[in-house]
C-alpha cells in the first residue's frame, strides 16, 4: 500500500519510505528459524469463518476483543498486521499465511469506525484492509517479507485494496502486476500498476457514506463490508471479464457498487493473497486529503485534542463460497495453499518411499 507522491510516484523505488507510513515495528528474528516476530510480540489468536469452517487465525501482537471474534487496529501509534496460520508475525514460508482465495468466494466482516478519528473533522487518519501477494522472496528492508504494487520496502507485486476509508470516503482499488508468478516472488517495478487505476469510491463527494444520521452508511456506526468476486462475471448469456461486487450494509439499509475488469487479478485471487490490516495518516495521501476537504475548515476552528484515542475494531472474519453450480474447489476449511504443499509433502514421501 502507497499512500503519497514523490519518489514513488516518478518511478522511483521508495526504499526509505519517506512518502508511505505504514507501521513497521523493529524486527526480532525467532531463535534458529527464519520467522520473524515483529516488535517481540506474537499472539493476537481470533475466530474467523473461513469456507465453511469455524477455525482459529492469528493477528500478532494486536487486542483481540469480543471473545475472540474482533480485532482492535490502533491508528496512533500506527499499526501493521498480517493475518498468519500461526502464531507469529510473518514468515518467508508462504504456508504460514492466511491466504484468502476470493475468486468465486465472498469475504466479509463487520467494521466499527466509531472510535477511529472520533474528533471533530475526522480526518486525519486513513484504515485499510487489503491484499498482497505474501511473502516477497527476501526479507526487504523491515525483515518482515512484505510485498506490495508500490514496491514499498523492495519488493513488488500484486495488490487488491479491499477497503481504504476514513469517516468520509471507502475506496476499493485494484493494482495488478502484469509479470505475477505465485509468492515467493518479486514482480518488476514497470509490471505493476501502481496508482490503482481500477477503483469503486464510495462517499468522499459522491454522498451515500459519511459521518451522520443523513447518510445511507452512517459510518460512526458499525457497518458490514462484504465483497463477492465470480468466477465469471457474465449476465444475460454475455461475458463481461473478472469484476468485484461490494455491499456496505447498515441496519437494514445498503450501498452496493461494483469493480469492473479486474481480469489482471484473477490468478493472485485463485492462487489466495495474505491479508493486511493498516492504519497511516491521512495528511500524506492527496487523494483522501481532496477527501477530506469539506472539513478542514471545520479542523481548523474546532478545538479537538490531537490526542483522542483513535482505533478501528474488525469484527466476524468471514471467508465464503459463492453459490456457483458445478464449481470445483478445496474441501471445507482447507487452505488452496496447504492443500498444494500437503500434496508436494505427500509425493515426495511416496518417492522417497519407493
Keep these: 500500500l502507497y499512500a503519497g507522491g514523490g519518489a514513488a510516484a516518478q518511478g522511483a523505488l521508495p526504499l ?9 515495528h523493529g524486527p526480532l528474528r525467532a531463535p534458529g528459524s527464519d520467522v520473524w516476530l515483529v516488535g517481540g510480540r506474537a499472539g493476537g489468536a481470533i475466530d474467523v469463518r473461513w469456507l465453511g469452517t469455524e477455525t482459529t487465525k492469528f493477528l500478532a501482537g494486536t487486542e483481540i476483543v469480543d471473545g475472540g471474534r474482533g480485532v482492535v487496529l490502533q491508528a496512533e501509534p500506527f499499526e501493521k498486521v498480517y493475518l498468519m496460520n500461526r502464531q507469529i508475525a510473518t514468515s518467508a514460508d508462504p504456508a504460514d499465511f492466511a491466504h484468502v482465495s476470493l475468486l468465486g468466494n465472498v469475504f466479509k466482516v463487520d467494521v466499527d469506525l466509531s472510535s477511529f478519528d472520533a474528533e471533530p473533522g475526522g480526518c486525519r487518519s486513513s484504515v485499510s ?25 523492495g519488493h513488488c507485486c500484486a495488490e487488491f485494496d479491499l477497503l481504504e476509508a476514513s469517516r468520509h470516503e471507502l475506496r476499493v482499488l485494484s493494482l495488478a502486476c502484469s509479470d505475477y508468478q505465485e509468492p515467493p516472488f518479486a514482480s518488476n517495478p514497470w509490471a505493476c500498476d501502481r496508482s490503482g487505476g481500477t477503483r469503486l469510491v464510495f462517499g468522499g463527494g459522491r454522498g451515500g457514506f459519511g459521518p451522520g444520521t443523513n447518510f445511507t452508511i452512517d459510518s460512526r456506526e458499525r457497518f458490514e463490508f462484504r465483497i463477492e468476486i465470480p468466477t465469471s462475471g ?121
Design 16 to 24: 526509505d519510505c519517506e512518502d508511505c507510513v505504514q507501521r513497521h
Design 129 to 153: 484492509l487489503y491484499l498482497v501477494s505474501m511473502p516477497a522472496p527476501a526479507a526487504g528492508r523491515w525483515r518482515d517479507f512484505y510485498c506490495d504494487a508500490n514496491c514499498v520496502g
Design 234 to 354: 457474465g449476465g444475460d448469456g454475455v461475458e463481461y471479464g473478472l469484476r468485484a461486487h461490494v455491499i456496505l450494509s447498515q441496519q437494514g439499509r445498503e450501498l452496493r457498487g461494483e469493480l469492473p475488469n479486474i481480469e489482471a487479478l484473477r490468478r493472485p485471487l485463485d492462487d489466495g493473497m495474505v491479508l493486511v490490516l493498516d492504519t497511516w495518516p491521512r495528511s500524506e495521501d492527496a487523494a483522501a486529503a481532496a477527501a477530506c476537504a469539506p472539513q478542514q475548515a471545520t479542523n481548523a476552528t474546532t478545538k479537538s485534542s490531537r490526542s483522542l484515542p483513535s482505533s478501528a475494531i474488525f469484527r466476524d472474519f468471514a471467508l465464503e463460497r459463492l453459490p456457483e453450480p458445478g464449481r470445483p474447489g478445496p474441501a471445507p476449511g482447507v487452505d488452496k495453499r496447504l492443500r498444494g504443499a500437503s500434496s508436494a509433502a505427500a509425493a515426495a514421501a511416496a518417492a522417497a518411499a519407493a
